[in-house]
């Protein structure tokens, strides 16, 4: 069942996130505030795991050989 419900997040907020991406390739963000989100903290200490919990979007992950 979460896999499914992390799916459906997924599939809906992905869409988003590339448009503020778009968005923000071409310059918009000069004249209309897009959203953005830092994270601070150690190698592997969940920064990832917190931002998909919240978005439900799975992020990329390094091989943490950085």
Same mark, same amino acid.
């Given at each position: 069942? +979460? %896999?499914?419900? =992390? &799916? =459906?997040? !997924? !599939? &809906? #907020? ?5 448009? #503020?991406? @778009?968005? +923000?390739?071409?310059?918009? =963000?000069?004249?209309? $505030? *897009?959203? @953005? #989100? ?9 920064? &990832? &795991?917190?931002? !998909?919990? *919240?978005? %439900?979007? $799975?992020?990329? +992950?390094?091989?943490? !050989?950085?």
């Amino acid at each position: 069942m +979460r %896999g499914e419900v =992390h &799916s =459906h997040l !997924e !599939e &809906s #907020i992905r869409p988003y996130i590339d448009l #503020i991406d @778009t968005l +923000r390739s071409v310059g918009i =963000h000069k004249d209309l $505030a *897009l959203p @953005t #989100i830092v994270v601070i903290g150690d190698q592997s200490s969940g920064k &990832s &795991s917190v931002l !998909e919990a *919240l978005s %439900g979007v $799975a992020l990329p +992950r390094g091989n943490g !050989e950085d």
